[in-house]
């Protein structure tokens, strides 16, 4: 007599395929009774790129190609959670808000031409994330924003990014606030609200008519839970940040969960009397290094209630600086004045910055070549060491294998390896700003 297994069983079975396309293909096929839960996890993320011309194939066979496969689809829409709009035909975007998904969760591509942004349909009623990486040459900028997010009900994640066309009458902010209310996460990129040559002056009084424009509406202003501005020079973001983001009346920062901006700039807001509260709220932070830049210390004062942490780094001299500052007894910091951190992630964006070539320290064969520990090695130790058993590191090397990277850690910090609270684990496993699936 076959065993028949209950249905909720066969949905965790599917689960754990989530994250293999060609699995979760194969199993939509065997019965309709997986089909559906199959495609929560096929069409979970929909990625939308411009058609490119240069395969072999005419211009009409493409928009033929566009209209079927993309919006003329409805018994898909309905799972779809996440749409991203790229105008690149390949997605390279890798800054701190990237890190979301693995590269190996299956994503959904369809393509569209890139002259008709402005006038596409929405049809996904259950879209939460939305991430529009468009050229603003070509897509008619805060008109089509606009008109997208007011096709949108539930929208809780935006990610906008790219080279923004300045307009002196549009305020992206009051965009945002006015047709996404119920938004959640919001991450600038790439943004330029004004050109470099603009006047101070000029740029204060800009900046105080969109105010003044956006409070005789009388919208409430957006209470974000994330918030995200990064991919730009330090100056501009620190100016964006400054003059733009923390003085609008479009967003309200005060119950502000997770934080993630270049550190430099995040020292001299928190720093700022008139932004003293940024940080109060914050749990979870991820920081970008400038090694000529200074290097932040955390303390209960600005950051209170921090407790994950993520740092991107370009090699373990940044990282060594950053931790010597935070080891409690060290220039100045106290135990009493550190936030209660329960576990940090370090990335190092450059793979090979920690393979060192420091005689001083003993030396190892790794993938056979010469291999050093790194000169952060003790100064990761005494941070583990001082935070007691209550904190866990784990760290992920850009460009080497997953079946390398414990390897890696183990040579490059035999140290603190020998603490127990330091392991390997990629980075995407630990994201805490797109909660859509």
Known sequence: ????????????????????????KNCSQVCKAWLHRCRLHLFRTLLVRPHIYNMGYSSPFFC?????????????????RGLKLSYQSQNRFRSILHSSKSPCIPISNAL??????DLISFPFKQLQFLHICWDADNWGGITALEKMLQQIECLRHLVIEGRWRFRIKENILSSVAVNAPHLKTLCLSKL???????????????LGHWNDRFLEK??????????????????????DLMKVVLRSPCLDLRSLRCLAMPASSLLRALDDERFRTLGWQVTHLAISFDTHKPVLRLNTNSLPNLSHLQLYVRGDRILHRFLSWNIPESHGASAASTPPLVHMHINFEDHSDPILNNKEMPAMT???????????????HEFIVHHGAGIDVSMYFRGREPDTQRDCIQKLFPQTVLTGQLDWMNPNSLEWWFDYR
């Open 1 to 24: 007599m076959p065993i028949i297994l209950p249905i909720e069983l066969h949905e965790l079975v599917i689960d754990e395929l989530a994250y293999s396309f060609l699995a979760l």
């Open 64 to 80: 033929e190609y566009q209209q079927s496969f993309t919006f003329i689809a409805p018994c898909i829409l309905s799972y779809v």
């Open 112 to 117: 569209i031409p890139t002259y008709s942004m």
């Open 192 to 206: 330029r609200w004004f050109p470099n040559s603009l006047p101070s002056s000029l740029v204060e009084e800009i």
């Open 218 to 239: 009388g919208v409430s202003p957006v209470q974000l839970d994330r918030f995200c501005i990064t991919e730009s020079s330090t100056k501009d973001c620190l100016i």
């Open 366 to 380: 790794y993938s056979g070549s010469l291999v050093h520990a790194s000169n952060a090695d003790p100064a990761l």
